[in-house]
């Protein structure tokens, strides 16, 4: 229970106090109108007395009576009816409300914080009103009349008949029978006289005369003259008076319930006082509450009239001096000493002197007399029926109700041990009657009486409370009886911190007939839960609601919603959604009916934004109602600035920003450059690749050096991408900002008319109605135009929300009502910062400027279309394609220039190729290359330098400058171009970039340059695959020499034999029908293809699917001044009979591009090789080197071919090209590099590796120091009958293929181990010297002559010639056995 | 008939009701059983709070529902609520369901992958409160 103001003590007292009524004569009612007061009224401020009050118990004691207070009321005064008792209660507690800065206490159980109000003043004045309006009852008599005031004015002629005119009617009052309603406490009721005189007016001579009169006649004790109004009441109110009455007289209509009219006379104005409009303004409680004032009518009791509501203060007590004050003052005192306290001791006495008699008969003989004689003062308890219920009444003369009396009289002077005496016998004697009212009432107040005892020498009986709430609820039906007993002994318990037993009787005490009863006793009940010694957080809580709940139900919505409030704090955040959402419904809902929408939107807001576990439907409802309250709250407040919405949730975030036109992607055949567009995911690894490329584009644009200030070029920003700078946003260009919504309800909601919220430029937005489906995301794109550079801040989104559900009956018009404008806004956070260690230990984020991008002057737009771009390529394929480059803006751009993740993959054409301005569609059907017609011959031959191909040194060319008339593309202007593409050589969709670059002419200092980003998908599929081997061809030199004489000179083992193996590959049924090989070009420095071996003839090979060929082709050195220059030589073998110029554009950019050249490549490699062999001794380097360009060849095949693919019944021809580079005799090289395979699995090593000892040549590669020959007849004849021996003669050619000089052992006789060997050579000896030891010189070639000799004829094999060969100068070597020959078999016949 | 069954550790792990419509009345009720499941528990001398009887019997009578309260040693508090007029349960079937129930809460903690203090969500859990649901109401 809250506390109070009172204490328990003083709360009881109060409670229960003696009565006096008052009777005025009509001129006394007159004199204190003047103060706009009755009589009653006027007193009522001074009743409590400030001194102590003396009596003498019946032995003797004397009772101390402390801070006494009497109640004085007009005599005519009546309870309420029960309807009004409870309109009135109902009044007093809306009108008491908490104040608004009330002190909170905040009260800490376990993990909850609870801010409560400390005192529940609506509560208090509910007891106070409701124990005061209770109705006398037979069976107590506290509140019975103990004493009548008589009250006449001095003005009157003749007081003193007035005086007993007024006894008279009292007398009548009380004893004539006709008035059921004042009670009174005993026949002999004290009488005291007021002469009232009204200073201003009256005679005080003749009222002192008067009063002499009156105390001769009454005696001093019973007589008084008051003498007020000092001042006339119309001349100026001091304003300094003092008001009394203002804290009492505001429950006027309480304290003289009279008041509300029963009977409208003469047609008053209906307004009722008790109209719940009333203002209720808690902090103002006394002036502006409408009072009704008293007109007591002494000759006409029954009849009152109503002054009804008036609005304008009115002041009270004008008349009234401070001197005033005190002699109502004194008055009171006077008479309750004088007067009251005597009469009250006298009666006590009295009742005791007949006690005490009465009981001169034993007790037991008294109550065993009265159960044999059935009791006479019991008259109505004979009847059976009547036993147990209530209706039991007793003669007002019955003994048992003398002890009654003398106790209640005991109880109201403050004596409390005699009370409770007195009401301990009683209890028993009502309870042995079975008089079940009357003991109850004892039992009640024995209870009370015995709490009240100081010093406590019994404990406080709260069974006696217990029996008594019982009975007066179930017995007697007596709920008003039951409340009070309650209310006390809650009171009680509470002061004794019996909290848990409080409650447990508030709560019993709440019934379905009284919804504010019930609803002040559970929050009283709750605060107990809360008060307990370990507070019972969530009881209270719960207590709350249902007070809450009840206090709705009674029209209470302020208090309803405090208990509501209340109870939230307990249920917030504690996951308990359910409950916590019915809170803030109902919150919301009183919130708005009690005209606080700001409130009621919050609440609403609440159940809306958390991840409800509610049901779509009410979900729903919810939703509705809060964009009806939203809606009606926003048309009270006009304010510009429009309110956040909650809903749906914004991800603030996730904003994206794209600065520029959204893009055309395709305009009839041209298809636009994909750029950037919102509608990519962001990949940091592309965009890492993208800012490469620019920065390789940059640096070149730079001259090599890649500006400090470079930033790369950001279109779209996102979370991801570094937000650290202002972005940059080009005037007349669109700036989108893209918004992430989240919709976390379950029903869907409608968002329209969406648009941005920005400062400093005025323009244009737009903004699509959309749709936010339940649970999904939805994207907003919002675009703005700025027109004016300078900044621009991007602050929010402002839309309509609405419900989604597309109501069909109602149309659009049930849409727009439920819709409600906000705006939310877009507060981004930057990363969270970990860099210092202050960073690292606190949390902080840094910037993001996302959302503030600053506008520059007009930049250059290019816009790049490609014509004819294919989506798909066979492996190597060659096609000619068209870009179109515009510039859109109105400024001229320059420096255009491209870079592409596979520079290999495209060109513009060299330089020096003539950029034949063929329109794309005439061009459609041409071939790629150029072609001259020409019967195949012997190779043609062009010597062409890299340099012209834009390929210098050993990188790549990433980057191609494109060409613009003048260097400018002006403003509209456009530009084609040619464009080949090769298909890639792996098989697969590729992806490739390109990155355009260009400048503005004018250089702006804070936009560079600009970038256009392309990104091509190309689907390569296999054409053809390449194989070729280059081996040394063993032919004589002897019988070269008489074929090609002239090239001897410079040929000396210069010829070798390329074969070329080519597959097709080509798996797809789609179309493709057979390749053609057209035509096998050699690129190298060193080396070129000199003829065609096979096939021979005008036709080209031709290869349908799976099928495979060989071609065979003899490739002889460059002249030496072709070997030394830098420059390539081209040597085109066509199959033919068109010749395709592999020495120009497409052809050799291509090559070129495609990284082909081997040189670079190995010389890298060799350089690596180089500086590791450094460290060895200068002739193991020598050695190896040596030894490897002995088998090093440096030539590069180009193979062109067709392929016919038949295409929607049209036959087409593609062209392309694959390139495979030899680089060792007798390895096998392929035009599909296994490079890449090799790598995909690396053992992860965690130990640097071992640099590779440096390798001692091979024996492999030793073993090819010296390549031999045989020279023998193929048959020989010879008569064996004749001439048993035959001398053959042979001759064995060794030629150096080294640049060293070489030591070398023939050795004759070797034969070798292996047994079939032995069989398959029969048996034929050399002859002569078998074992040579011979020196040959670089390059040189050496015969020496040998002689077999055969015994029989046969077929014999001639290969048996060991050869051992080391380099000269390395003495530390031993002799490396060559490649043996190939065997030469020779046939003897017999002649 | 009207049944729930609540696992709570001051806020809600985990809440199952048949039928469904009612869960609002369910979870002010199980709210509200909470202090007396802490007064119990307060009740408990500290030096008998290690061999404390697990299961708390009977927490308050409501007039429709019986609540029963089961606290584990973390203070985890299992609370089943009862339709009043349902006489088959009597306090050893109640005693049992907890123990049954306790069991499983434990293989939901030991879950290495729940997070202590999220709403369970387990499958396995879920269905041996529903098979329980079926078998006791």
Same mark, same amino acid.
């Given at each position: 229970?809250?506390?109070?103001?009172?204490?328990?003590?003083?709360?009881?007292?109060?409670?229960?106090?003696?009565?006096?009524?008052?009777?005025?004569?009509?001129?006394?009612?007159?004199?204190?109108?003047?103060?706009?007061?009755?009589?009653?009224?006027?007193?009522?401020?001074?009743?409590?007395?400030?001194?102590?009050?003396?009596?003498?118990?019946?032995?003797?004691?004397?009772?101390?009576?402390?801070?006494?207070?009497?109640?004085?009321?007009?005599?005519?005064?009546?309870?309420?009816?029960?309807?009004?008792?409870?309109?009135?209660?109902?009044?007093?507690?809306?009108?008491?409300?908490?104040?608004?800065?009330?002190?909170?206490?905040?009260?800490?159980?376990?993990?909850?914080?609870?801010?409560?109000?400390?005192?529940?003043?609506?509560?208090?004045?509910?007891?106070?009103?409701?124990?005061?309006?209770?109705?006398?009852?037979?069976?107590?008599?506290?509140?019975?009349?103990?004493?009548?005031?008589?009250?006449?004015?001095?003005?009157?002629?003749?007081?003193?008949?007035?005086?007993?005119?007024?006894?008279?009617?009292?007398?009548?009052?009380?004893?004539?029978?006709?008035?059921?309603?004042?009670?009174?406490?005993?026949?002999?009721?004290?009488?005291?006289?007021?002469?009232?005189?009204?200073?201003?007016?009256?005679?005080?001579?003749?009222?002192?005369?008067?009063?002499?009169?009156?105390?001769?006649?009454?005696?001093?004790?019973?007589?008084?003259?008051?003498?007020?109004?000092?001042?006339?009441?119309?001349?100026?109110?001091?304003?300094?008076?003092?008001?009394?009455?203002?804290?009492?007289?505001?429950?006027?209509?309480?304290?003289?319930?009279?008041?509300?009219?029963?009977?409208?006379?003469?047609?008053?104005?209906?307004?009722?006082?008790?109209?719940?409009?009333?203002?209720?303004?808690?902090?103002?409680?006394?002036?502006?509450?409408?009072?009704?004032?008293?007109?007591?009518?002494?000759?006409?009791?029954?009849?009152?009239?109503?002054?009804?509501?008036?609005?304008?203060?009115?002041?009270?007590?004008?008349?009234?001096?401070?001197?005033?004050?005190?002699?109502?003052?004194?008055?009171?005192?006077?008479?309750?000493?004088?007067?009251?306290?005597?009469?009250?001791?006298?009666?006590?006495?009295?009742?005791?002197?007949?006690?005490?008699?009465?009981?001169?008969?034993?007790?037991?003989?008294?109550?065993?007399?009265?159960?044999?004689?059935?009791?006479?003062?019991?008259?109505?308890?004979?009847?059976?029926?009547?036993?147990?219920?209530?209706?039991?009444?007793?003669?007002?003369?019955?003994?048992?109700?003398?002890?009654?009396?003398?106790?209640?009289?005991?109880?109201?002077?403050?004596?409390?041990?005699?009370?409770?005496?007195?009401?301990?016998?009683?209890?028993?004697?009502?309870?042995?009657?079975?008089?079940?009212?009357?003991?109850?009432?004892?039992?009640?107040?024995?209870?009370?009486?015995?709490?009240?005892?100081?010093?406590?020498?019994?404990?406080?009986?709260?069974?006696?409370?217990?029996?008594?709430?019982?009975?007066?609820?179930?017995?007697?039906?007596?709920?008003?009886?039951?409340?009070?007993?309650?209310?006390?002994?809650?009171?009680?318990?509470?002061?004794?911190?019996?909290?848990?037993?409080?409650?447990?009787?508030?709560?019993?005490?709440?019934?379905?007939?009284?919804?504010?009863?019930?609803?002040?006793?559970?929050?009283?009940?709750?605060?107990?839960?809360?008060?307990?010694?370990?507070?019972?957080?969530?009881?209270?809580?719960?207590?709350?609601?249902?007070?809450?709940?009840?206090?709705?139900?009674?029209?209470?919505?302020?208090?309803?919603?405090?208990?509501?409030?209340?109870?939230?704090?307990?249920?917030?955040?504690?996951?308990?959604?359910?409950?916590?959402?019915?809170?803030?419904?109902?919150?919301?809902?009183?919130?708005?009916?009690?005209?606080?929408?700001?409130?009621?939107?919050?609440?609403?807001?609440?159940?809306?934004?958390?991840?409800?576990?509610?049901?779509?439907?009410?979900?729903?409802?919810?939703?509705?109602?809060?964009?009806?309250?939203?809606?009606?709250?926003?048309?009270?407040?006009?304010?510009?600035?429009?309110?956040?919405?909650?809903?749906?949730?914004?991800?603030?975030?996730?904003?994206?920003?794209?600065?520029?036109?959204?893009?055309?992607?395709?305009?009839?055949?041209?298809?636009?450059?994909?750029?950037?567009?919102?509608?990519?995911?962001?990949?940091?690894?592309?965009?890492?690749?993208?800012?490469?490329? *620019?920065?390789?584009?940059?640096?070149?644009?730079?001259?090599?050096?890649?500006?400090?200030?470079?930033?790369?070029?950001?279109?779209?920003?996102?979370?991801?991408?570094?937000?650290?700078?202002?972005?940059?946003?080009?005037?007349?260009?669109?700036?989108?900002?893209?918004?992430?919504?989240?919709?976390?309800?379950?029903?869907?909601?409608?968002?329209?008319?969406?648009?941005?919220?920005?400062?400093?430029?005025?323009?244009?937005?737009?903004?699509?109605?959309?749709?936010?489906?339940?649970?999904?995301?939805?994207?907003?794109?919002?675009?703005?135009?700025?027109?004016?550079?300078?900044?621009?801040?991007?602050?929010?989104?402002?839309?309509?929300?609405?419900?989604?559900?597309?109501?069909?009956?109602?149309?659009?018009?049930?849409?727009?009502?439920?819709?409600?404008?906000?705006?939310?806004?877009?507060?981004?956070?930057?990363?969270?910062?970990?860099?210092?260690?202050?960073?690292?230990?606190?949390?902080?984020?840094?910037?993001?400027?996302?959302?503030?991008?600053?506008?520059?002057?007009?930049?250059?737009?290019?816009?790049?279309?490609?014509?004819?771009?294919?989506?798909?390529?066979?492996?190597?394929?060659?096609?000619?394609?068209?870009? *179109?480059?515009?510039?859109?803006?109105?400024?001229?751009?320059?420096?255009?220039?491209?870079?592409?993740?596979?520079?290999?993959?495209?060109?513009?054409?060299?330089?020096?190729?003539?950029?034949?301005?063929?329109?794309?569609?005439?061009?459609?059907?041409?071939?790629?290359?150029?072609?001259?017609?020409?019967?195949?011959?012997?190779?043609?031959?062009?010597?062409?330098?890299?340099?012209?191909?834009?390929?210098?040194?050993?990188?790549?060319?990433?980057?191609?400058?494109?060409?613009?008339?003048?260097?400018?593309?002006?403003?509209?202007?456009?530009?084609?171009?040619?464009?080949?593409?090769?298909?890639?050589?792996?098989?697969?969709?590729?992806?490739?970039?390109?990155?355009?670059?260009? *400048?503005?002419?004018?250089?702006?200092?804070?936009?560079?340059?600009?970038?256009?980003?392309?990104?091509?998908?190309?689907?390569?599929?296999?054409?053809?695959?390449?194989?070729?081997?280059?081996?040394?061809?063993?032919?004589?030199?002897?019988?070269?020499?008489?074929?090609?004489?002239?090239?001897?000179?410079?040929?000396?083992?210069?010829?070798?034999?390329?074969?070329?193996?080519?597959?097709?590959?080509?798996?797809?049924?789609?179309?493709?029908?057979?390749?053609?090989?057209?035509?096998?070009?050699?690129?190298?420095?060193?080396?070129?293809?000199?003829?065609?071996?096979?096939?021979?003839?005008?036709?080209?090979?031709?290869?349908?699917?799976?099928?495979?060929?060989?071609?065979?082709?003899?490739?002889?050195?460059?002249?030496?001044?072709?070997?030394?220059?830098?420059?390539?030589?081209?040597?085109?073998?066509?199959?033919?009979?068109?010749?395709?110029?592999?020495?120009?554009?497409?052809?050799?950019?291509?090559?070129?591009?495609?990284?082909?050249?081997?040189?670079?490549?190995?010389?890298?490699?060799?350089?690596?090789?180089?500086?590791?062999?450094?460290?060895?001794?200068?002739?193991?380097?020598?050695?190896?080197?040596?030894?490897?360009?002995?088998?090093?060849?440096?030539?590069?095949?180009?193979?062109?071919?067709?392929?016919?693919?038949?295409?929607?019944?049209?036959?087409?021809?593609?062209?392309?090209?694959?390139?495979?580079?030899?680089?060792?005799?007798?390895?096998?090289?392929?035009?599909?590099?296994?490079?890449?395979?090799?790598?995909?699995?690396?053992?992860?090593?965690?130990?640097?590796?071992?640099?590779?000892?440096?390798?001692?040549?091979?024996?492999?590669?030793?073993?090819?120091?010296?390549?031999?020959?045989?020279?023998?007849?193929?048959?020989?004849?010879?008569?064996?009958?004749?001439?048993?021996?035959?001398?053959?003669?042979?001759?064995?050619?060794?030629?150096?293929?080294?640049?060293?000089?070489?030591?070398?052992?023939?050795?004759?006789?070797?034969?070798?181990?292996?047994?079939?060997?032995?069989?398959?050579?029969?048996?034929?000896?050399?002859?002569?010297?078998?074992?040579?030891?011979?020196?040959?010189?670089?390059?040189?070639?050496?015969?020496?002559?040998?002689?077999?000799?055969?015994?029989?004829?046969?077929?014999?094999?001639?290969?048996?010639?060991?050869?051992?060969?080391?380099?000269?100068?390395?003495?530390?070597?031993?002799?490396?056995?060559?490649?043996?020959?190939?065997?030469?078999?020779?046939?003897?016949?017999?002649? | 008939?009207?049944?729930?069954?609540?696992?709570?550790?001051?806020?809600?792990?985990?809440?199952?009701?048949?039928?469904?419509?009612?869960?609002?009345?369910?979870?002010?009720?199980?709210?509200?059983?909470?202090?007396?499941?802490?007064?119990?528990?307060?009740?408990?001398?500290?030096?008998?709070?290690?061999?404390?009887?697990?299961?708390?019997?009977?927490?308050?009578?409501?007039?429709?529902?019986?609540?029963?309260?089961?606290?584990?040693?973390?203070?985890?508090? =299992?609370?089943?609520?009862?339709?009043?007029?349902?006489?088959?349960?009597?306090?050893?079937?109640?005693?049992?369901?907890?123990?049954?129930?306790?069991?499983?809460?434990?293989?939901?903690?030991?879950?290495?992958?729940?997070?202590?203090?999220?709403?369970?969500?387990?499958?396995? =859990?879920?269905?041996?409160?529903?098979?329980?649901?079926?078998?006791? =109401?």
């Amino acid at each position: 229970m809250a506390q109070c103001v009172q204490s328990v003590q003083e709360f009881i007292q109060d409670s229960f106090v003696p009565m006096v009524a008052v009777l005025c004569s009509e001129d006394a009612e007159r004199v204190t109108r003047k103060n706009s007061l009755s009589f009653p009224e006027l007193l009522r401020p001074f009743c409590r007395l400030t001194s102590e009050g003396h009596l003498r118990d019946p032995n003797n004691q004397v009772v101390v009576v402390k801070g006494l207070r009497i109640s004085v009321t007009g005599i005519n005064t009546r309870p309420p009816q029960t309807p009004e008792m409870h309109k009135l209660l109902s009044q007093a507690v809306s009108v008491c409300q908490p104040p608004e800065g009330s002190p909170a206490n905040v009260i800490t159980a376990g993990d909850y914080d609870l801010n409560i109000s400390a005192t529940t003043p609506w509560f208090e004045t509910y007891r106070e009103n409701f124990l005061q309006s209770m109705p006398a009852s037979e069976h107590e008599f506290l509140n019975h009349y103990l004493a009548c005031m008589l009250v006449v004015s001095s003005h009157e002629a003749v007081p003193t008949e007035q005086f007993l005119k007024l006894s008279q009617e009292q007398h009548r009052i009380q004893h004539s029978g006709e008035f059921t309603h004042p009670k009174w406490f005993n026949p002999n009721t004290l009488k005291y006289y007021v002469l009232l005189h009204d200073i201003s007016e009256g005679d005080e001579q003749r009222a002192e005369s008067v009063y002499e009169d009156m105390k001769q006649r009454y005696g001093t004790q019973g007589c008084y003259l008051l003498k007020i109004n000092s001042r006339s009441g119309s001349t100026g109110a001091d304003e300094q008076m003092p008001d009394p009455w203002s804290q009492y007289l505001h429950k006027t209509s309480i304290h003289s319930p009279v008041n509300v009219p029963l009977v409208f006379a003469d047609g008053v104005s209906e307004t009722h006082p008790l109209q719940l409009d009333q203002p209720t303004d808690a902090g103002y409680p006394s002036n502006n509450v409408s009072q009704s004032v008293n007109n007591v009518d002494v000759t006409r009791p029954e009849k009152q009239a109503s002054v009804t509501s008036h609005t304008t203060p009115t002041p009270r007590g004008t008349c009234l001096t401070l001197n005033d004050h005190d002699h109502i003052r004194q008055f009171i005192q006077e008479f309750t000493f004088r007067g009251l306290l005597p009469h009250i001791e006298k009666n006590i006495r009295q009742l005791n002197d007949q006690l005490v008699s009465r009981k001169g008969l034993s007790r037991s003989l008294f109550s065993a007399t009265k159960k044999l004689f059935g009791g006479g003062k019991v008259p109505e308890k004979s009847i059976a029926e009547l036993k147990n219920t209530a209706g039991l009444l007793y003669p007002s003369e019955a003994p048992e109700l003398q002890i009654r009396k003398m106790a209640d009289l005991c109880f109201l002077v403050q004596h409390y041990e005699l009370a409770y005496n007195c009401y301990h016998t009683a209890k028993k004697d009502f309870l042995s009657d079975q008089a079940m009212l009357y003991a109850a009432g004892a039992l009640e107040m024995a209870a009370v009486a015995a709490f009240l005892q100081s010093g406590a020498p019994r404990p406080y009986p709260a069974h006696y409370m217990d029996t008594a709430i019982q009975t007066y609820r179930d017995v007697c039906k007596n709920m008003l009886l039951a409340e009070r007993c309650c209310i006390l002994s809650a009171e009680i318990l509470k002061s004794q911190t019996k909290y848990s037993d409080a409650a447990t009787l508030l709560i019993k005490m709440t019934t379905e007939d009284s919804d504010l009863r019930s609803a002040l006793l559970l929050e009283q009940a709750a605060h107990c839960f809360i008060n307990m010694r370990s507070p019972m957080v969530r009881k209270f809580a719960f207590h709350m609601i249902l007070a809450g709940h009840r206090f709705s139900k009674a029209g209470q919505k302020r208090h309803a919603l405090r208990c509501y409030c209340q109870a939230l704090q307990v249920y917030k955040g504690k996951d308990w959604t359910l409950a916590e959402d019915h809170i803030n419904f109902t919150i919301g809902r009183q919130s708005f009916t009690l005209r606080q929408p700001e409130n009621a939107v919050a609440a609403f807001r609440h159940i809306l934004i958390n991840d409800s576990k509610q049901s779509a439907v009410q979900q729903a409802a919810f939703l509705r109602e809060y964009l009806y309250v939203y809606k009606s709250m926003s048309q009270l407040t006009s304010d510009s600035s429009l309110p956040q919405l909650p809903l749906p949730c914004l991800h603030s975030s996730q904003t994206r920003v794209f600065f520029g036109h959204e893009r055309r992607l395709a305009e009839g055949e041209k298809q636009a450059a994909t750029h950037v567009s919102l509608d990519q995911e962001f990949d940091r690894d592309l965009s890492q690749l993208w800012r490469e490329l *620019e920065e390789q584009v940059v640096a070149v644009a730079n001259r090599g050096t890649v500006p400090i200030t470079f930033q790369p070029s950001q279109c779209c920003l996102n979370s991801q991408t570094d937000n650290l700078r202002y972005p940059l946003a080009v005037v007349e260009e669109p700036i989108i900002v893209e918004m992430v919504f989240r919709n976390l309800l379950k029903v869907p909601l409608a968002l329209s008319a969406l648009s941005l919220l920005w400062k400093f430029t005025p323009k244009d937005f737009s903004g699509p109605q959309v749709v936010c489906a339940p649970f999904f995301f939805y994207l907003a794109r919002l675009k703005l135009l700025p027109h004016k550079t300078g900044e621009l801040h991007v602050l929010g989104v402002v839309y309509n929300l609405g419900t989604g559900e597309v109501d069909n009956s109602e149309g659009s018009l049930a849409g727009d009502l439920m819709c409600v404008r906000g705006q939310q806004n877009l507060e981004i956070q930057g990363p969270r910062l970990n860099m210092t260690k202050e960073e690292k230990t606190s949390v902080k984020y840094g910037p993001d400027h996302r959302l503030d991008p600053i506008i520059t002057p007009p930049m250059p737009l290019l816009e790049v279309f490609f014509i004819n771009f294919p989506t798909g390529l066979l492996c190597g394929e060659i096609r000619k394609a068209w870009v *179109e480059f515009v510039n859109v803006s109105a400024v001229p751009l320059t420096g255009l220039r491209v870079a592409s993740t596979h520079p290999e993959f495209f060109t513009f054409g060299s330089a020096t190729s003539d950029l034949t301005p063929v329109t794309p569609t005439a061009a459609e059907h041409c071939s790629a290359y150029k072609t001259v017609a020409m019967p195949p011959s012997v190779a043609t031959v062009s010597l062409v330098s890299p340099a012209a191909f834009g390929v210098t040194s050993s990188d790549r060319p990433i980057v191609a400058e494109i060409p613009l008339s003048q260097g400018v593309l002006g403003p509209g202007e456009a530009l084609q171009i040619p464009l080949w593409l090769r298909g890639p050589d792996r098989e697969g969709v590729h992806e490739i970039n390109f990155l355009f670059y260009y *400048e503005s002419t004018e250089k702006t200092a804070k936009l560079s340059h600009r970038v256009l980003r392309h990104t091509a998908f190309i689907c390569a599929s296999r054409s053809l695959s390449v194989k070729a081997t280059a081996s040394r061809s063993n032919t004589l030199h002897g019988r070269e020499r008489e074929s090609e004489e002239r090239q001897e000179g410079e040929d000396k083992n210069g010829s070798m034999l390329v074969f070329v193996d080519v597959e097709n590959i080509n798996t797809s049924e789609a179309g493709v029908r057979e390749f053609h090989i057209v035509q096998v070009s050699s690129s190298s420095r060193q080396w070129r293809l000199h003829k065609c071996i096979n096939p021979v003839g005008d036709k080209d090979s031709k290869l349908a699917s799976r099928e495979r060929g060989k071609l065979c082709f003899k490739a002889t050195r460059c002249r030496a001044e072709e070997a030394t220059s830098e420059k390539y030589t081209f040597a085109d073998l066509n199959l033919g009979n068109e010749q395709i110029v592999s020495s120009t554009t497409p052809c050799a950019d291509f090559f070129f591009r495609s990284g082909l050249p081997s040189e670079p490549r190995r010389g890298g490699v060799s350089t690596g090789g180089a500086s590791q062999m450094r460290r060895q001794s200068g002739t193991d380097e020598g050695v190896t080197n040596i030894v490897k360009k002995c088998s090093e060849v440096e030539l590069d095949i180009i193979v062109l071919w067709k392929a016919y693919v038949v295409e929607d019944n049209k036959q087409l021809i593609l062209e392309g090209q694959l390139h495979v580079a030899l680089q060792t005799i007798g390895k096998e090289a392929c035009s599909l590099s296994q490079k890449e395979e090799a790598q995909e699995m690396v053992l992860l090593k965690f130990k640097p590796d071992v640099p590779p000892p440096v390798s001692k040549p091979s024996l492999e590669q030793l073993s090819h120091l010296i390549k031999t020959c045989l020279h023998y007849p193929e048959s020989y004849d010879h008569p064996f009958p004749q001439k048993s021996l035959c001398m053959v003669p042979v001759t064995l050619m060794l030629s150096n293929c080294s640049l060293a000089q070489v030591d070398v052992i023939v050795d004759l006789r070797h034969k070798t181990t292996s047994p079939e060997s032995l069989e398959v050579h029969g048996s034929f000896s050399w002859l002569g010297q078998t074992q040579y030891k011979l020196q040959l010189q670089a390059q040189e070639v050496y015969r020496l002559s040998l002689k077999a000799c055969f015994f029989q004829a046969g077929v014999y094999n001639l290969g048996t010639p060991r050869v051992f060969a080391k380099l000269a100068q390395t003495s530390a070597m031993c002799e490396t056995s060559q490649q043996s020959a190939m065997p030469a078999l020779i046939i003897i016949n017999s002649v | 008939m009207q049944t729930a069954i609540m696992i709570v550790a001051n806020y809600p792990l985990y809440i199952r009701s048949v039928p469904t419509q009612g869960e609002l009345k369910f979870h002010y009720t199980v709210h509200t059983s909470l202090d007396v499941v802490e007064e119990k528990i307060s009740g408990v001398g500290k030096a008998l709070a290690d061999q404390r009887e697990l299961y708390l019997g009977l927490l308050y009578p409501t007039e429709d529902y019986k609540v029963y309260g089961y606290v584990t040693n973390s203070k985890v508090k =299992f609370v089943i609520v009862v339709d009043s007029s349902n006489t088959s349960l009597r306090d050893n079937e109640i005693r049992s369901m907890f123990r049954k129930l306790h069991n499983s809460f434990t293989d939901v903690m030991c879950n290495p992958f729940y997070n202590p203090g999220d709403p369970i969500q387990s499958k396995a =859990f879920d269905s041996i409160v529903s098979t329980m649901m079926v078998q006791a =109401f």
